[in-house]
């Protein structure tokens, strides 16, 4: 059994489980019942730093007991589209099962994806997300999907072919694009270009935002995983694209000269 053991645990996020657990608590702010969602776009760095703005997210669905997780590709190894297929992941809270069946079917169905573990080895955008699945949904499996290219036909066909999967399926499942937003410029300047993107995810327009991030030089990350959840969730029904938060390293450091961004968005 294929076994990945926490890339950046003590890093990212506390090592021990006490500790991750008291991190979770004060990131994870409910306000109102929980409500179903088809998918979500919640940032990945530091939970010092974007955990209270994943956690608004996080805090406002239901984790159903499947979830698609996508993620950027930030060490470039392994291949473009990777899924990994079968076994567990480890955290400091214990194991998280991979959903082999729902693995299959989108290996199956989208001729671009590869059954590879080499791109999610070290890669820290997707495991930082497993926590707070794990707390919310201790028994939620994960299908991890790691995204190395910016191609829109290859990202159309993932999209449609996850969207293929999860009906095949039944029941519900959760797909979170991880993604932080415009890296290393003022707050101000931040917030003017990620608008522009923010614009199309509201508006459920996945073309429109790799067509936006890339014409603009965007270093919205996860640009990618958010493009291949709109095509999905638009697929499944999709109505709308709820801006939940936006924040900024510099609202923890005080130093708003050179920020990173964050956005939690759900899609219902």
């Known amino acids: 059994m294929s076994v990945r053991k926490p890339a950046v645990a003590g ?8 500790e991750l657990l008291a991190e979770l608590e004060r ?3 409910a306000t109102a019942d929980p409500e179903s969602a088809l998918g979500v776009v919640v940032p990945h760095a530091g939970y010092v730093f974007s955990g209270a703005t994943a956690g608004a997210v996080y805090s406002r669905v239901k984790i159903p007991d499947r979830v698609a997780v996508l993620s950027p590709n930030h060490t470039g190894m392994g291949a473009p589209v990777s899924v990994w297929s079968e076994g567990v ?17 989108l290996l199956k169905g989208c001729p671009e994806a590869e059954a590879d573990e080499a791109a999610h080895a070290r890669e820290h955008s997707l495991e930082v997300q497993l ?8 028994n939620a499996r994960i299908l991890p999907v790691t995204l190395g290219t910016h191609r829109v036909s290859t990202l ?11 009906t095949d ?19 101000g300047s931040a917030r003017r270009r990620d608008e522009m993107a923010l614009e199309k995810l ?14 603009e030089r965007i270093s919205m990350c996860g640009a990618a995983a958010a493009a291949v959840m709109l095509w999905a969730a638009g697929e499944l029904g999709a109505a709308e694209c709820e801006l939940v938060d936006y924040t ?21």
């Open 89 to 105: 992941w480890l955290t400091p809270m214990g194991e998280v099962e991979i959903d082999a069946a729902l693995a299959a079917a």
């Open 11 to 18: 890093r990212f996020y506390p090592g021990r489980k006490d």
């Open 202 to 215: 509201r508006a459920m327009d996945p073309a429109g935002l790799m067509a936006v991030v890339q014409r």
């Open 131 to 138: 926590p707070f699945l794990q707390k919310l949904n201790p």
């Open 156 to 166: 159309e066909s993932l999209g449609r072919a996850l969207a293929s999967a999860i």
């Open 27 to 29: 990131c994870l702010t």
């Open 248 to 268: 900024h390293s510099g609202m923890v450091t005080g130093d708003e000269s050179e920020v990173v961004a964050y956005a939690g968005l759900i899609c219902r």
């Open 169 to 187: 399926a039944g029941g519900d499942v959760l797909i979170v694009a991880s993604s932080d937003m415009t890296h290393f410029e003022s707050a």
